[in-house]
């Protein structure tokens, strides 16, 4: 798998190893009171929708869990109350039932009987999982260089959305196992796979970690950034980005409001009543949600360990803890 996924973090040192200045902050809050609660082991890969302990045990959408994986299996995706897991290899398990592909599956959806398939080579398919048939197969540019937050695809009334890794989603029809339209969000990044994709009133937002793209009512939007973290709140979408920037868009990414911190390394965002971003040198930055003024607390964390955020927890090292 090491060969094919690279790691976030590789991205981030060669973007930022030629500068050693670091976001500072004379005066703080103190130390956020989180009331943490313990994982069960640490943090040994993650996705957008979420991760897989050392011991097996996973985080989902719904929280921590004590279902266990096998050793050699990651958690992808939670759909339809199924664990679906991959070994990067040949196999995924839902649940426990196993199904073998020739191509390791990176990501994944259950709708019904129907799965939606990322395979590793960049080639998409639907599964049926009772007749185990390839229902529709469709092939795209292969890429060797990606960012580890692989998108899952996206049931959308009777279309499928697929995040492919070459920066592009391909729209399905459901009824006819055909492609219907492809929206090429960045074709010409190194690391381009879609990492985030959601629809927010009937609006596809996806993005690379390069750019963002808002599709709704027959208008296509498109904006650059360098993302460390894009997450979706009601109809509004929050984006960090590498040179420190926390901008907060709407759904056709017209710019309501933003705010700079200098050198600030964002981890990840997280929404409770309002937006939380934990910063690298462990500071947790509360904005208000009229983004006028903010709240800065010391927030200690081993910043070389993995981090994902889901909704309003953040899940850290061993531990993970709630925002308010």
Same mark, same amino acid.
């Given at each position: 798998? +090491?060969?094919?996924?690279?790691?976030? =973090? @590789?991205?981030?040192?060669?973007?930022?190893?030629?500068?050693?200045?670091?976001?500072?902050?004379?005066?703080?809050?103190?130390?956020? %009171?989180?009331? $943490?609660?313990?994982?069960?082991?640490?943090?040994? @890969?993650?996705?957008? *929708?979420?991760?897989?302990?050392?011991?097996?045990?996973?985080?989902?959408?719904?929280?921590?869990?004590?279902?266990?994986? /096998?050793?050699?299996?990651?958690?992808?995706?939670? $759909?339809?109350?199924?664990?679906?897991?991959?070994?990067?290899?040949?196999?995924?398990?839902?649940?426990?039932?196993?199904?073998?592909?020739?191509?390791? *599956?990176?990501?994944? =959806?259950? &709708?019904?009987?129907?799965?939606?398939?990322?395979?590793?080579?960049?080639?998409?398919?639907?599964?049926? #999982?009772?007749? !185990?048939?390839?229902?529709?197969?469709?092939?795209?540019?292969? @890429?060797?260089?990606?960012?580890?937050?692989?998108?899952? /695809?996206?049931?959308?009334? @009777?279309?499928?959305?697929? /995040?492919?890794?070459?920066?592009?989603?391909?729209?399905?029809?459901?009824?006819?196992?055909? *492609?219907?339209?492809?929206?090429?969000?960045?074709?010409?990044?190194?690391?381009?796979?879609?990492?985030?994709?959601?629809?927010?009133?009937?609006?596809?937002?996806?993005?690379? $970690?390069?750019?963002? *793209? $808002?599709?709704?009512?027959?208008?296509?939007?498109?904006?650059?950034?360098?993302?460390?973290?894009?997450?979706?709140?009601?109809?509004?979408?929050?984006?960090?980005?590498?040179?420190?920037?926390?901008? &907060?868009?709407?759904?056709?990414?017209?710019?309501?409001?933003?705010? +700079?911190? !200098?050198?600030? !390394?964002?981890?990840?965002?997280?929404?409770? =009543?309002?937006?939380?971003?934990?910063?690298?040198?462990?500071?947790?930055?509360?904005?208000?949600?009229?983004?006028?003024?903010?709240? #800065?607390?010391?927030?200690?964390?081993?910043?070389? %360990?993995?981090?994902?955020?889901?909704?309003?927890?953040?899940?850290?090292?061993?531990?993970?803890?709630?925002?308010?």
């Amino acid at each position: 798998m +090491k060969y094919f996924l690279i790691l976030l =973090t @590789s991205l981030i040192i060669f973007t930022g190893c030629s500068s050693k200045k670091y976001f500072e902050v004379d005066d703080t809050l103190g130390d956020y %009171e989180s009331n $943490s609660a313990s994982l069960n082991d640490n943090i040994k @890969s993650f996705n957008k *929708v979420g991760a897989t302990l050392d011991n097996g045990e996973i985080i989902t959408k719904k929280g921590v869990s004590n279902f266990q994986l /096998p050793e050699g299996f990651e958690f992808i995706n939670l $759909s339809e109350d199924t664990v679906i897991s991959t070994n990067y290899l040949n196999k995924i398990l839902l649940n426990k039932t196993e199904h073998e592909f020739s191509t390791g *599956v990176v990501a994944a =959806t259950l &709708k019904d009987n129907i799965l939606a398939l990322v395979f590793m080579d960049n080639s998409i398919a639907l599964y049926d #999982i009772n007749t !185990k048939n390839i229902l529709m197969k469709e092939y795209y540019s292969k @890429s060797l260089a990606n960012d580890t937050r692989i998108a899952n /695809p996206y049931y959308m009334g @009777s279309l499928i959305l697929f /995040p492919t890794l070459d920066g592009k989603v391909i729209v399905v029809s459901s009824k006819s196992n055909k *492609v219907i339209r492809t929206i090429v969000v960045d074709a010409d990044s190194k690391f381009n796979n879609i990492i985030f994709l959601d629809v927010v009133n009937d609006t596809l937002i996806a993005s690379s $970690s390069n750019k963002v *793209v $808002s599709v709704g009512a027959g208008v296509v939007n498109l904006k650059e950034y360098n993302i460390r973290d894009i997450i979706s709140h009601n109809q509004d979408i929050f984006i960090a980005t590498i040179d420190g920037q926390i901008i &907060k868009t709407d759904i056709s990414l017209n710019i309501q409001d933003r705010r +700079k911190y !200098k050198y600030a !390394k964002f981890y990840a965002l997280a929404y409770g =009543t309002s937006l939380y971003a934990l910063e690298s040198q462990g500071y947790l930055i509360n904005i208000s949600n009229d983004f006028k003024s903010d709240k #800065i607390y010391d927030f200690s964390f081993d910043n070389e %360990e993995n981090v994902i955020a889901i909704d309003d927890i953040i899940y850290h090292n061993d531990e993970y803890f709630i925002v308010k």
